[in-house]
């Protein structure tokens, strides 16, 4: 990775509300490359769809307008802030880049300035186009560093941004769904820890399932990798099914600190990972919770 001085940069690049915010400059990475030049103050979704067209990028169209007719899978998913728990000062993902997506899958936003949106496409296409370095690295990179897939050894490029088969979004969606236990998906059989949180806040029933599914090879990971599972987390409002919300590689730390959870009644509870429900207002909340490993 090489770094330049970000702020002569950012200004060069028109970029500098976004690079003040923890930006590093990766100019080996091109989505990272890219997502700069899409990240200006005078965007427009015409400019962002021309330029992601005129890039190595442009066969995303055609995925979205696949993932556009799968309305059942996109119905898997809930809703999500487009503002990280580590960084609340600026969006994930460019608004314009948002409008665009949720255009392209024919999507309403939750909100008109894409503050919420779409969960599975904010985490799958949208982080693609961040920028916002997290202390965890580039959001993208679940999807581009091949963790997940050779840890649960996938085939490779299966989660990839253009996947051989398939879509990126169908794919994350079928492989999150699995590990959850979504009706209509083969059972997980691969060893899992399952956190499963239930409330009534506000006066409306909450569930919360986090599922940490064990990476099943991990002697082929890059010795620099350090997750050793995939994080999937669903929330269910109102008695509904569940929803997905994201999913992202962990080590053994978060692996830890999950099974450590007070169990029981009368625990503290929250949503966690970006997660957003219209009607809970509530930033934390009593509930029972129970691990099962």
Known sequence: MILRPLKKLCVLLGAAPFCAHGLAVNSTDPWFTLTESLSTPNASVKSVKSKINASFAQALFLNWQSDKKNKPLLNQWGMSKNFDESNTSVPIVHPVVMELLHQELGLRPESQDYAMNHAGLTHTYGYLFSNLKTPYGYKRERWTAGSVERGLNLSPGHLSPLPPSGTLF?????????????PGYPAWSNPRVVVLETANVDSIPLQIKTVIANYIDASSLKSTDKNRALLVYAIAVKNGPFQLI???????????????????????????FNSYVKQIKTKEFPGTRSITL
Do not use: Y
């Open 170 to 182: 169908k794919n994350v969606t079928e492989l999150f769904g699995r590990v959850v236990g979504l």
């Open 246 to 272: 994201t999913g992202f590689p962990v080590d053994a730390g978060m692996i830890d600190s999950q099974k450590k959870l007070p169990q029981g009644k009368d625990v503290l509870i929250k949503l966690r």
